[in-house]
T-cell receptor, first 112, second 114 residues
Framework: AQSVTQLDSQVPVFEEAPVELRCNYS??????LFWYVQYPNQGLQLLLK??????LVKGINGFEAEFNKSQTSFHLRKPSVHISDTAEYFC??????????FGTGTRLQVFP | DGGITQSPKYLFRKEGQNVTLSCEQN?????MYWYRQDPGQGLRLIYY???????QKGDIAEGYSVSREKKESFPLTVTSAQKNPTAFYLC?????????????FGPGTRLTVT
């Protein structure tokens, strides 16, 4: 069965520093991969998604993620974070169905 | 302006009462979903519907019920049988191409049962 692991529940970082949020998945078939962001008391918003093709995917707000099939990973990166990036980030996987399986989330806290 | 609306944003109920959460979308999406979010547990799927008048249980359907009488609407009822109903509830919708369709989320309803 498919599953998603976000090992880091919290990631503290100073403003303008780079950040990487880790995501690993398990699946026996090819998958689609997603990163969503959630600001406090709001719904989720799509940051980026990988469907096929280039393994480096660029999203909104300067975020990017790299699909690594051999390591079954889809880590999210940003070269320089802002205070406004403080939020919870969710990785999700879909095995070509309507359903998404979400990780438990990583809270990114950006300090001035 | 297309999107998903959930109402109310905050809801308070006494234990033993059923409560219905509203979800409406004007995106013309076929599929709709209900998730429950608890701290540290991510999003867990309660029910989903791929077409009008049809829906399937998700991973934590016990104590919940849904209906899908219209394409635009997918209300969720939290019954008194749900043992721990206090949570943040999120509704989502998507088109159905089967090609990595993203889900669009509403703003959520925070339910508190005392």
């Amino acid at each position: 069965a498919q599953s998603v692991t976000q090992l880091d529940s919290q990631v503290p970082v100073f403003e303008e520093a780079p950040v990487e949020l880790r995501c690993n998945y398990s699946s026996s078939v090819s998958v689609y991969l997603f990163w969503y962001v959630q600001y406090p008391n709001q719904g989720l918003q799509l940051l980026l998604k990988y469907l096929s093709g280039s393994t480096l995917v660029k999203g909104i707000n300067g975020f990017e993620a790299e699909f690594n099939k051999s390591q079954t990973s889809f880590h999210l990166r940003k070269p320089s974070v802002h205070i406004s990036d403080t939020a919870e980030y969710f990785c999700a996987v879909s095995e070509h169905t309507d359903k998404l399986i979400f990780g438990t989330g990583t809270r990114l806290q950006v300090f001035p | 302006d297309g999107g998903i609306t959930q109402s109310p944003k905050y809801l308070f109920r006494k234990e033993g009462q059923n409560v219905t959460l509203s979800c409406e979308q004007n995106l013309n999406h076929d599929a709709m979903y209900w998730y429950r979010q608890d701290p540290g547990q991510g999003l867990r799927l309660i029910y989903y519907s791929q077409i009008v008048n049809d829906f399937q249980k998700g991973d934590i359907a016990e104590g919940y019920s849904v209906s899908r009488e219209k394409k635009e609407s997918f209300p969720l009822t939290v019954t008194s049988a749900q043992k721990n109903p206090t949570a943040f509830y999120l509704c989502a919708s998507s088109i159905r191409t089967g090609q990595g369709d993203e889900q669009y989320f509403g703003p959520g309803t925070r339910l508190t049962v005392t």
